[in-house]
């Protein structure tokens, strides 16, 4: 006990020297970098499953790289899948002929419907006012007080694969050009302590990892994942959230598209999980990136340029993961044909149904899961019954 008291008595009473030590931790930040290189991984993973698949991924170097390295390589082991994420909006894919549902698993599916009220066409947004509208004069009824309702009805849109543009050939947009000038941007700051201090040691570490961020996205296997399914199809498809969902997606099959239905159960399929290559390769950039972390463990000086840098890159990350886009910029250019919508989903399903066969029935089970009124079975009964009397005439011309 007496050389502990000894060395307590001993040592200087400073209040200094914590104010002293802040202030060279915020003059020279040690180890900072360093540690922010293993968080955030998240926010890669999202990023690169935005824009990774055609071409060279245009996600930035920035914090989370390291920990994103590390978490793809064990995915590809341990999941044989690359992009380990579920989709970040939850819904369902719908066969238009047979009526069959399946739960979406697809990333692009998913952003799809996600990013619907972003894309979708003018007169669709025309029509989803007036069908909440409608519901607002039945309530007013009742209520001369009530609200405009945020969901009412259901409004089923209609667009069909662009025939003229190859499906799996992604539009570019500013969500991944914007990539290239960040970059250009975070060398250049990099390259001020070099060109002022001699001090290179920044500008090394920043071309080190955006040459490493470009090259993971270069992997064949971004492209094996994202689009793993048949193409040319010719059933058409519907996209939904589900039942009380305020619109349905109708894609109609001309023989230029994706299946869809394939598509949903995509990421879950065995015959696209992660060969031998690709784990190597991943194996190969995890280490890179270790490294890497290693060499910016040793950078002291002007490390605020370092934090700059990774800061640019974070705040395009965040960006690209959350940014709205459009089908075309997936690889599944659709165009426009019509828009079905009413106050009551039943009338809306009757409407689809009177002008395509099946659409409007695949889409019942969904939304009315339980009984139906007498009146209604007897309206689908009736519609059911005149689609077979066009098809029997048809087929008698035809003859």
């Not at 001993?10 to 020297?17: A, E, H, L, M, V």
């Not at 202030?23 to 999202?46: C, H, M, N, Y």
Request: charge should be neutral; glycine fraction near 10%; proline fraction near 4%.
């Amino acid at each position: 006990m007496a050389p502990f008291l000894a060395t307590l008595i001993s040592r200087n009473f400073d209040t200094f020297q914590v104010a002293e030590e802040f202030k060279e931790q915020w003059r020279q930040p040690g180890d900072v970098f360093t540690i922010l290189l293993i968080l955030g991984s998240d926010v890669i993973a999202r990023a690169m499953a935005q824009v990774a698949g055609s071409g060279p991924s245009t996600v930035a170097f920035s914090f989370g790289w390291v920990a994103y390295s590390v978490s793809a390589l064990v995915s590809a082991v341990g999941e044989n899948k690359l992009i380990a994420l579920d989709p970040d909006c939850k819904c369902k894919v719908i066969h238009g002929q047979s009526g069959y549902i399946k739960d979406n698993s697809s990333w692009i599916i998913g952003r799809i419907v996600r990013d619907f009220p972003y894309w979708r066409h003018p007169k669709v947004e025309a029509k989803t006012v007036q069908v909440l509208s409608e519901k607002q004069e039945e309530l007013r009824a009742k209520d001369p007080n009530a609200k405009l309702p945020s969901i009412a009805g259901l409004v089923v849109s209609f667009y069909k694969p662009n025939s003229t543009v190859k499906a799996g050939r992604v539009e570019r947009d500013l969500v991944y050009w914007i990539g290239i000038p960040v970059m250009g941007f975070q060398l250049g700051v990099a390259a001020i302590p070099c060109g002022l201090f001699g001090d290179w040691g920044i500008l090394l570490i920043t071309g080190c990892g955006i040459a490493l961020s470009l090259a993971t996205g270069l992997l064949p296997q971004w492209a094996k994942e994202k689009w793993a399914c048949r193409t040319n199809a010719r059933h058409s498809f519907i996209l939904t959230r589900g039942n009380g969902a305020q619109h349905a997606i109708v894609v109609l099959g001309n023989g230029h598209g994706f299946d869809l239905e394939d598509l949903a159960s995509g990421q879950t399929n065995t015959l696209v999980a992660t060969n031998t290559w690709t784990r190597t390769a991943l194996l190969a950039l995890a280490t890179l990136w270790i490294l890497l972390l290693i060499t910016a463990a040793g950078q002291k000086t002007n490390t605020w340029f370092l934090l700059a840098v990774g800061g640019i890159g974070i705040l395009q990350n965040i960006y690209v993961a959350g940014a709205q886009r459009s089908p075309e910029n997936f690889g599944i250019p659709l165009e426009y044909i019509t828009v079905f919508g009413h106050a009551s989903v039943m009338e809306t399903l009757f409407q689809v149904e009177e002008q395509y066969k099946d659409i409007g029935h695949a889409l019942l089970g969904e939304f009315f899961p339980g009984e139906l009124r007498e009146h209604e079975k007897t309206r689908w009964e009736g519609l059911k019954k005149t689609w077979a009397e066009k098809e029997a005439e048809e087929k008698k011309a035809g003859a």
